[in-house]
């Protein structure tokens, strides 16, 4: 994938080792889940760290020195081709679906539908964890007072 501006013309290299770097800059173990909620709430933050490990040069070199340089870029980006962060985005997770970075491949309707439904972005493993933790509390402070229901 290359993104291009009048100052700059910039190659999306994905590789598995990149793609761990990303998860491990979004603090998320899971790829997909990290991407999909950066994603669906549209962080430019998220946005500039996945473009400053991705992006390289002709010669394979990373492109950037700063996350500066990345907004920089970003901004002159969104004004030439008239895209959104959203836009930008869809087309990075396009690359990756095609590529085959997530769990499995996705078509068009599914892909839209990562982003579009509200729970894509809870992290279910960790909700059930906190049910059951305040359920196990429950239960042991009912044990302790001797109430048994």
């Known amino acids: 994938m290359i993104l291009v501006t009048?100052?700059?013309?910039?190659?999306?290299v994905l590789r598995t080792r990149k793609i761990v770097d990303i998860s491990n800059i979004l603090k998320n173990k899971n790829f997909e889940e990290a991407f999909t909620k950066a994603y669906a709430i549209c962080d430019p933050e998220a946005l500039t760290k996945i473009l400053y490990i991705l992006a390289?040069?002709?010669?394979g070199k990373n492109v950037f020195l700063s996350s500066e340089e990345v907004y920089d870029f970003l901004d002159d980006y969104r004004l030439e081709s008239k895209s959104t962060f959203v836009e930008i985005y869809k087309k990075i997770a396009e690359e990756l679906n095609e590529e085959g970075f997530f769990k499995k491949k996705?078509?068009?309707?599914e892909l839209e539908e990562m982003i579009s439904n509200p729970l894509s972005i809870i992290?279910?493993?960790?909700?059930m964890q906190k049910s059951t933790e305040k359920a196990m509390s429950k239960i042991?402070?009912?044990?302790f007072q001797g109430y048994k229901g």
């Open 106 to 109: 996705k078509n068009k309707k």
């Open 140 to 143: 042991a402070e009912e044990q």
């Open 56 to 59: 390289e040069d002709e010669n």
């Open 123 to 127: 992290n279910m493993n960790e909700l």
């Open 6 to 12: 009048k100052k700059r013309t910039i190659k999306l």
